[in-house]
């Protein structure tokens, strides 16, 4: 990979970065009309040099933007769509949950002119760091999460080809671009279980022809820190293995390191993007910590197929203790490398 080399046990995000207080604030003012163009401009482009500078201080070796310009995850990608109107909300009172967000309906055909904006992302972060870096993209499944086929599309599964379209160009792009490590991001397909053969054609259609390091990353929903799907991958092996990734990158500590043997257990030769640090919890983990979970999948998969991750994005935590696990990751990969003589 680009920017310099990659260590034994490379340590990376999985995608978002924890949004600071000042940036919260500065979404309000927007949202309210009181910031100008160059404004807002300035202040996405501020947040996105703080989570490049966070995630280098913490000694991370593959960063991302922090996907700071987004909302939720997805939210922001609607306001790019055409053909798509909003419904009603289902809940405004309590507790935000899966069923608070924005949801839309197909109007017709659903366009994206001007593409998903993550060309865009990438282009500024690259000019910002020498670091090797990660871009991420969530999947044709989990953009529909919000989106509902009324008219144009039969079901959803339809409605997600439509995306795999979307993606794919967005991809070749980046790939032209100078990209050469991209990951997509589908908690769909364990919130949606059943599909196993769909989800895999999906997710092949969106990388057909992107020439670049590729990293499938499927979790259980982290909304508010709360999961939602049947919290296990097993039952998806080994169909999910025809996905023409790289590396898949699933979680791991928030589960107590259940399934840390599913390397072993299938026959998988794969690199396995590990989940050693715990996003949907406030103790912020030991370098021992992290450094006990690398050795118990060490028992099941080769070091040089083992990157380290935390389970999910830092969307949900805030900055500084996202940072401070961030540096546990580091340093809690430092000991295993110098255990095994590759300081």
Known sequence: MKGRDLPLLPTSVVGSYATPSWLWTAMGAIERGEYGATDVRETFDDAVSMALTDQERAGIDII?????????????FYGRMTGIAEDPPLRKVGVYGYDS??????????????????V??????????TLPMKVTCPGPLTLTIHLRPREGYRDRLELAQEFAGVINRELRRLVELGADFIQLDEP???????????????YNACVEGVDAKLALHVCFGNLGSRPRGKRRYAWMLPELLDCRADQFVFEFANREMVE??????????RE???GV??????????????????????GHVSPERLYLNPDCGFFQLPRWISYLKLEALAKGAKIVREELGAA
């Open 277 to 298: 640090v715990d996003i949907k919890s406030f103790y912020v983990e030991k370098p021992e910590d992290v450094a006990e979970r690398i050795r118990e999948l060490l």
């Open 120 to 129: 865009e992302e990438y282009e500024f972060a690259r000019a910002r760091t």
């Open 260 to 269: 840390s043997g599913l390397w072993s257990e299938f026959g998988i030769d």
């Open 272 to 274: 396995l993007g590990a």
């Open 64 to 76: 991302s933007d922090g996907e700071l310009r987004r909302f939720y995850f997805v939210q922001s």
């Open 188 to 202: 769909s397909f364990a919130i949606i279980p059943g599909a196993v053969r769909d989800w895999v054609e999906l």
């Open 101 to 118: 967000p924005p949801r839309f309906h197909t109007t017709g055909k659903v366009g994206v002119p001007d593409g998903l904006g993550i």
